[in-house]
């Protein structure tokens, strides 16, 4: 399929990032995100207001904001992969409303798993890189000394984000599961594995 619409469903560590960049190169689709549809259009006009104004005061933007957003990037897109978006069941209808999707995919994996993943990452203040403990730490041992873990990516903090997800995204693939669109891929496999099962599920769409 050329230009597929593609919605990435999966808690955070899932690695929708890394998949939804395999997606966007391999197919020539647009990566919408939704925090980067809000940083590109912080000054757009919405009946609630721009995101800038929400963004500035530290506040969540709210959905009729980031559904005007998103609505905003899809369509403006000949194909696109969605990641982060929806959030919750509110957002989901306003997104069947708006577009018809080609694939819909959750990358499964479990609570342990993801925490393992997200607590072991560690940032290089200076290039901005990203590393993990156990999978991918930097050969230089200066580069090692001076990576540090973000406030997100603490035990406790990791723990929370997983309960808000389970709270009001979980919703959101059962939404899709029990209307029949749900391709459900085992996103404990290597990276690779996971792509593969991807690209074979947007490919038979």
């Given at each position: ?61 709210p ?23 929806p ?5 989901a209808?306003?997104l069947?409303?708006i ?37 991918d ?20 903090t ?30 404990e ?11 074979a ?5």
């Amino acid at each position: 399929m050329s230009q597929p619409k593609v919605l990435l469903l999966g808690p955070p560590g899932a690695g929708k990032g890394t998949q939804s960049g395999n997606v966007a190169e391999t197919y020539g689709v647009e990566h919408v995100t939704t925090g980067d549809a809000l940083r590109a259009n912080k000054d757009m006009e919405t009946e609630h207001g721009t995101p800038r104004e929400y963004m500035e005061a530290g506040e969540l933007v709210p959905d009729p904001v980031v559904n005007e957003i998103v609505e905003a990037a899809v369509s403006e897109a000949d194909g696109f992969v969605l990641d982060g978006y929806p959030r919750n069941l509110s957002q989901a209808e306003y997104l069947d409303g708006i577009t018809a999707l080609d694939v819909i995919v959750s990358l499964d994996v479990g609570r342990e798993e993801l925490v393992r993943r997200l607590t072991g990452r560690r940032v290089d203040p200076e290039t901005g890189e990203i590393y993990h403990t156990e999978f991918d730490m930097p050969d230089d041992d200066a580069v090692a000394d001076r990576l540090v873990q973000r406030d997100d990516d603490t035990e406790d903090t990791v723990r929370e984000r997983l309960r808000v997800f389970e709270e009001n995204t979980q919703p959101v693939i059962e939404h899709y599961e029990e209307a029949g669109e749900l391709v459900r891929i085992d996103g404990e496999q290597s990276p690779e594995a996971v792509w593969t099962d991807l690209k074979a599920a947007i490919d038979d769409a």
